[in-house]
């Protein structure tokens, strides 16, 4: 049974850096491509970050840029998004995914077949 399970969300203060983990299990994790999206109330769910199955790829959105940082330990099932400089916007729900093929590093919602449960972001001022 495939399953991601994301944690490290957190309430953090403007300008605070947080990282985000998420584990995955129960499918070849180091042949799959990964993302990070997240997803407020009301919004529908968009892309952070993006890496390809053996981590040569990565690809985040431009407004996003500068800030956050996708990376993965294929040893040991594990993907991770570093944000820096955090903003009230960037509250939300954030979701780790399982993409279906090896060398994919966008943000298209069809390329990802496997979800987590999310991890709470809260950036207040």
């Known amino acids: 049974q495939v399953k991601l399970v994301e944690s490290g969300g957190d309430s953090v203060q403007v300008g605070g850096s947080l990282t985000l983990s998420c584990r995955g299990a129960?499918?070849?994790?180091?042949?799959?491509?990964m993302g990070w999206f997240r997803q407020t109330p009301g919004q529908e769910r968009r892309g952070v970050a993006y890496?390809?199955?053996?981590?040569?790829?990565?690809n985040v959105p431009t407004a996003l840029e500068g800030r956050v940082t996708i990376s993965r330990d294929n040893a040991n099932n594990m993907l991770y998004l570093q944000m820096n400089n955090l903003k009230p916007e960037d509250t939300a729900v954030y979701y780790c995914?399982?993409?279906?093929?090896?060398?994919?590093?966008?943000?298209?919602?069809?390329?990802?077949?496997?979800w987590g449960q999310g991890t709470q972001v809260t950036v207040s001022s």
């Open positions: 995914a399982a993409g279906s093929r090896a060398d994919y590093c966008g943000g298209s919602h069809s390329a990802y077949d496997y």
């Open positions: 129960g499918f070849s994790f180091s042949s799959h491509s």
């Open positions: 890496i390809d199955a053996d981590g040569g790829c990565t």
